[in-house]
C-alpha cells in the first residue's frame, strides 16, 4: 500500500519559532509537494520539487523553505513562525504529470 | 488569473439518490482534471482522472464528465450512501506542468 507520512498530526508553536515539517513517501516517487489549506482557499501550492536537491516556488513561497536531501523525504521550513502560518499542511507525492498525486494525512499547525 | 469554482454550499440529498457535484473553470485550458476526496482532518484520496480528449469516465459507482467547451466537470456518486459524506475537491492540470490547481471543495452529505 503506498504511503505518505508526516511527522506530526498536530503541532503547536510560538511566534518567531522555526518549525520544520517533514514528510516522507515510499513509492519512489520523483515529484513532491507541499500545501496549505486553509478554509474557503482550497489547497494551495507551496513549493515542489522535481528531483533530489531541485526545488520550485509555489503560489505562496514567502515565509517558507524546503529542502530535498533524499528522494523520499521533503521537509518545509518556516523560518520565523507568525500567527498567519496557523494552518493545514499537506504534502503530495507523485510520479509523472497526469499520475495519481498520493497526500499525507496533513499537519494542524497552530501559531501563538 | 485562473480560477476554478466549486458550489461552497453543502450538498445534502438522501440515501440511494444520485449526487452530482459541479466544477467550473475560467482563464485555463487544462489538459485533465483529478476529483479527490477528503474526509475531515485528513489528506485528500484520489478518486478519478479525466483527460481534455474524453468526455465520460466510470469507476464503480463514480462517473465523471469533462466538457472543454462549457469549461465544466460533473462528477456524480449514483446510489449515494451515507459513508459518502465527505468534501469533494476537483483539481485542473496542465499538459507537462506539475502543478495541479484546486478548488476550495463542496462538502457533501448524505442522509439515511
Known amino acids: 500500500d503506498v504511503k505518505v507520512t508526516q511527522s506530526s498530526r498536530y503541532l503547536v508553536k510560538r511566534t518567531g519559532e522555526k518549525v520544520f515539517l517533514e514528510c516522507v513517501q515510499d513509492m519512489d516517487h520523483e515529484n513532491m509537494f507541499w500545501y496549505r489549506q486553509d478554509p474557503g482557499l482550497g489547497l494551495r501550492l507551496i513549493y515542489f520539487s522535481y528531483d533530489v536537491k531541485m526545488k520550485e516556488k509555489g503560489d505562496i513561497p514567502e515565509g517558507y523553505s524546503v529542502s530535498r536531501e533524499k528522494k523520499e523525504r521533503f521537509s518545509l521550513i518556516l523560518e520565523s513562525a507568525s ?4 494552518s493545514m499542511y499537506l504534502c503530495a507525492s507523485r510520479q509523472g504529470a497526469q499520475e ?3 497526500f499525507g494525512p496533513g499537519t ?3 501559531v501563538l | 488569473s485562473q480560477k476554478i469554482e466549486q458550489n461552497s454550499e453543502a450538498l445534502n440529498i438522501q440515501e440511494g439518490k444520485t449526487a452530482t457535484l459541479t466544477c467550473n473553470y475560467t482563464n485555463y485550458s487544462p489538459a485533465y482534471l483529478q476529483w479527490y476526496r477528503q474526509d475531515p482532518g485528513r489528506g485528500p484520496v484520489f478518486l478519478l482522472l479525466i483527460r ?3 468526455k465520460e469516465k466510470r469507476k464503480e459507482r463514480l462517473k465523471v464528465t469533462f466538457d472543454t467547451t462549457l469549461k465544466q466537470s460533473l462528477f456524480h456518486i449514483t446510489a449515494s450512501q451515507p459513508a459518502d459524506s465527505a468534501t469533494y475537491l476537483c483539481a485542473l492540470g496542465g499538459d507537462s506542468s506539475y502543478k495541479l490547481i484546486f478548488g476550495s471543495g463542496t462538502r457533501l452529505l448524505v442522509r439515511p
Open chain 1, 83 to 86: 500567527t498567519n502560518q496557523t
Open chain 1, 108 to 110: 494542524r499547525l497552530l
Open chain 1, 100 to 102: 495519481t498525486q498520493y
Open chain 2, 52 to 54: 481534455e480528449n474524453e
